[in-house]
Nanobody, 125 residues
Framework: SVQPVQSGGGAVQAGASLRLSCAASGYGTCPYSTTWYRQDPGKEREFVSHIDFGGSPSYADSVKGRFTISQDNDKNVVYLQMNNLKPEDTSMYYC???????????????????WGKGTLVTISP
């Protein structure tokens, strides 16, 4: 099984930058995609960014132009570079991975979602 491990959260002031990491050891050479979400208590989960195994990124309008998602496929680490942070970015950030390969050796993880435990990001005004 896969257990994504997150790091990089913290408390900074508006305008600062943070880089979140999502390490997903366990896939080996099996391809997977990664999605970043954020969620505040009592509110719905919000999509932030996504990257497929080929490296194609997508972003929520609220973070477009400020956040950049990237990946190191050899290390199985996905990064979310967050620049010009705003107080409204304050949230718990989660990464979720999903296996995408039909190969026999990768089939156990295909279509399965694995969630990180979350990283708290706090932006003060």
């Amino acid at each position: 099984s896969v257990q994504p491990v997150q790091s990089g959260g913290g408390a900074v002031q508006a305008g600062a930058s943070l880089r979140l990491s999502c390490a997903a050891s366990g896939y080996g050479t099996c391809p997977y995609s990664t999605t970043w979400y954020r969620q505040d208590p009592g509110k719905e989960r919000e999509f932030v960014s996504h990257i497929d195994f080929g490296g194609s990124p997508s972003y929520a309008d609220s973070v477009k132009g400020r956040f950049t998602i990237s990946q190191d496929n050899d290390k199985n680490v996905v990064y979310l570079q967050m620049n010009n942070l705003k107080p409204e970015d304050t949230s718990m950030y989660y990464c979720k991975t999903r296996g995408v390969s039909v190969l026999q050796r990768c089939r156990d993880d295909r279509g399965k979602d694995y969630w990180g435990k979350g990283t708290l990001v706090t932006i003060s005004p």
